[in-house]
Nanobody, 125 residues
Framework: QVQLVESGGGLVQAGGSLRLSCAAS????????MGWFRQAPGKEREFVAA????????DYADSVKGRFTISRDNAKNTVTLQMNSLTPEDTAAYYC??????????????????WGQGTQVTVSS
C-alpha cells in the first residue's frame, strides 16, 4: 500500500481559498488513481474529487464543480486540491485516498486501499 499524509487545512472565511496537499510514499504513486473525500460532523464520508493515475482525467462532485480543482505530480508523489469560493457547507475533515481498483470505482469508498489521516477545513460565515 501507499502511505498518505495530508496538509494545508485551516480556518478561512467564506469566499476564500485553501490548497490541500497529499504526499505519498511507499508503493509506486503513479499506479494509483487518487481521490479526495470529506466528512462533516454527523455526516457520512463523501466523494469530492478524483484524478486518474496517468492524469488523463478528473471527476468532481456536483457540489464542488467549478470551485475545486484536483491535480497531481507523479514525479513528486503529490496530489493537491485547490479549493476556491469556499462556503460554510465545505467545512469538514478532508481525506486523500488511493485506489488500485480501477477508475470505474473512483466514487466507491470501500475500494480505496489507502487513506491519509485527514486535515480539517473550517469555513466561517
Amino acid at each position: 500500500q501507499v502511505q498518505l499524509v495530508e496538509s494545508g487545512g485551516g480556518l478561512v472565511q467564506a469566499g476564500g481559498s485553501l490548497r490541500l496537499s497529499c504526499a505519498a510514499s511507499g508503493r509506486t504513486f503513479s499506479n494509483y488513481d487518487m481521490g479526495w473525500f470529506r466528512q462533516a460532523p454527523g455526516k457520512e464520508r463523501e466523494f469530492v474529487a478524483a484524478i486518474k493515475k496517468d492524469i488523463s482525467g478528473t471527476d468532481y462532485a456536483d457540489s464542488v464543480k467549478g470551485r475545486f480543482t484536483i491535480s497531481r505530480d507523479n514525479a513528486k508523489n503529490t496530489v493537491t486540491l485547490q479549493m476556491n469560493s469556499l462556503t460554510p457547507e465545505d467545512t469538514a475533515a478532508y481525506y486523500c485516498a488511493a485506489t488500485s481498483r480501477g477508475w470505474i470505482r473512483r466514487l466507491m469508498i470501500l475500494y480505496y486501499d489507502s487513506w491519509g489521516q485527514g486535515t480539517q477545513v473550517t469555513v466561517s460565515s
